[in-house]
């Protein structure tokens, strides 16, 4: 069996999850879902970065040590999880001692080869990005972007990783895998960056200055920088089954692609002797009025509302079919409803209900056998294998909101199949012809259904499960059987009915404007 090792970037816990963190696990858990429906044993890892200056601030402000701090934080992210339907089979806390024990590791190692050196350093630290700043980070009127927040001169001794000696190797091992990073334009972009010499990595924080990190195991008087402990987690959470490992595959946004997955991470593994990870995917971000949802501005979306509302299949179906992985979006909600009563609850809900109301109503609640159609029944099928044919590979390449619209388009087909042979028609003429044609046009749209739910189970995996069990119906363990348009469910027994996808409650109408 293949494998396949997929992580999401694990997030700070200084604040609650917010949909970009909900987006992340999605996205994954359809990847992870998809491949082991190809076939693939996959291991699925995600968690949470617990050390460094954002967390240690956060605990304070709450007046609690970091470590409860971080417990109760680590609990709502995890918590996240199985709301949203996530498969993950790990979860790592970078406080766990599995992790800090392969951190310290891989430090002492290389400070043994002589990868890390001590020297003097002098400059300006941004606190908010936990990041040593240089003169080219300035704006043009040499003021600091926003996004650094506070920024402090600062003089001190460090440790240094020596990334810029691996310049060379990196810009040579990203020209021979041109697809390492998805998308490929973004490849380009740290072959860009590549081009302006890199510095080596200050890897430590003395401990006057932060607390809050792990040890570094030659110095004590130092904390490791959080992104050399963060990065490592994909690494220490499989460190003894390197068969998983050297399947590694890693989601992120992509305001961490450059430098820290793209560049710090392959030359630490590079110096480490460690395999690299097979790809980097990185996903866009979702906004709100054109700014970037986050805990810092404060114009995050909590997931577990729309979660509530909507349950958590009409939530992952709007962000896997809204979002073109590696753009961004706006989130509003009039787009999500539009998605969720015209795809969701009109095209999927209708034909659920149609095909459970037409066999209960004409065939007694037992799918009939499909018997000769005729050119509409043709070019269904005909759609059907298109639709299929072309859906796999657009999941490969990450392209899932086309893979859905395709899904989409057949639903919508049959629904037009349905509305052109109006079974309801022929259900009142007594003729052998009609009625042969009526049980062929039960049996197709359940044909029809049953294939595009085995299609999109990976999105909705809720909804998708409880349609095949209203079928009478489980499907094989193969999943590209699955999909060959055959009958599979003459029989069958059906349910009467099933509420998928009910209409939201629209809001309140607006207190009438007093007049004047
Ligand atoms: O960066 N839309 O953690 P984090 C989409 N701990 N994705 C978003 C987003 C948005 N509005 N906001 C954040 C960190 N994300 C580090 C990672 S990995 C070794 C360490 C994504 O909590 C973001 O791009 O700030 C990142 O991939 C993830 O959420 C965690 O962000």
């Not at 709301?83 to 800090?100: P, V």
């Not at 050119?375 to 859905?404: M, S, V, Y």
Request: charged letters at 25%; aromatic letters at 12%.
């Amino acid at each position: 069996m293949p494998r396949f090792y997929i992580t999401t970037a694990i997030d700070y816990v200084n604040g609650s999850p917010h949909l970009g963190h909900a987006y992340e696990k999605v996205l994954t858990d359809v990847i992870a879902r998809f491949r082991r429906m190809m076939g693939d044993e996959v291991h699925f890892l995600t968690g949470v970065d617990e050390h460094g200056q954002k967390v240690q601030a956060s605990a304070r402000k709450r007046g609690i040590p970091p470590q409860q701090f971080c417990d109760e934080v680590s609990q709502e992210f995890r918590g996240l999880l199985p709301r949203l339907t996530i498969t993950n089979d790990d979860f790592i806390r970078t406080t766990e001692e599995r992790h800090k024990k392969v951190v310290r590791d891989i430090l002492q190692q290389l400070f043994q080869k002589g990868e890390i050196y001590k020297s003097e350093y002098k400059g300006f630290y941004s606190t908010r990005q936990e990041q040593f700043l240089q003169d080219k980070d300035r704006n043009p009127d040499g003021s600091w972007p926003e996004i650094f927040g506070e920024v402090t001169e600062i003089v001190e001794s460090n440790y240094f990783f020596k990334l810029k000696q691996y310049q060379d190797w990196l810009v040579q091992f990203l020209t021979d895998n041109p697809d390492f990073i998805f998308p490929a334009y973004r490849q380009k972009q740290v072959l860009e960056f590549l081009k302006e010499p890199l510095n080596d990595l200050c890897i430590s924080r003395p401990k006057e200055r932060l607390e809050w990190g792990i040890p570094m195991p030659f110095d004590d008087g130092y904390v490791t920088y959080v992104w050399f402990d963060a990065l490592l987690n994909y690494y220490s959470a499989v460190v003894d089954r390197p068969e998983v490992w050297r399947e590694a595959h890693h989601v992120i946004g992509k305001d961490i692609l450059v430098p820290p997955h793209a560049v710090y991470w392959p030359i630490m593994l590079k110096a480490a002797g460690i395999p690299l990870p097979k790809g980097i995917i990185a996903h866009g971000w979702w906004l709100q009025r054109g700014a970037k949802m986050s805990k810092s501005t404060g114009n995050a979306l909590n997931p577990l509302d729309l979660v509530s509302e909507f349950g958590a299949d009409a939530f992952r179906y709007f962000l896997i079919r809204e979002m073109n992985v590696g753009q961004d979006s706006d989130f509003t909600r009039e787009q999500f409803l539009v998605r969720y009563n015209s795809e969701l609850a009109n095209n999927l809900g209708n034909l659920v209900n149609r095909t459970l109301n037409m066999t209960t109503r004409f065939a007694g609640g037992v799918i009939p056998a499909a018997e000769a159609g005729d050119e509409l029944d043709a070019n269904l099928r005909a759609l059907w294998d298109k639709t299929r044919d072309e859906f796999i590979p657009l999941c490969e390449g990450h392209q899932f909101h086309t893979a859905l619209e395709r899904a989409m388009v057949f639903l919508t087909e049959t629904n037009a199949y349905i509305e052109k042979r109006a079974p309801w028609k022929l259900g009142k003429s007594a003729e052998a012809r009609d009625q042969a044609l009526l049980r062929t046009s039960l049996a197709t749209m359940a044909e029809a259904l049953r294939l595009a739910v085995a299609l999109i189970q990976h999105v909705i995996p809720t909804s998708t499960q409880k349609i095949n069990a209203v079928l009478g119906y489980e499907p094989g363990a193969v999943w590209r059987d699955e999909l060959v348009w055959g009958g599979k469910l003459a029989g069958r027994k059906v349910a009467e009915s099933l509420v998928l996808f009910p209409r939201p409650t629209p809001p309140a109408a607006p207190a009438p404007v007093p007049k004047k």
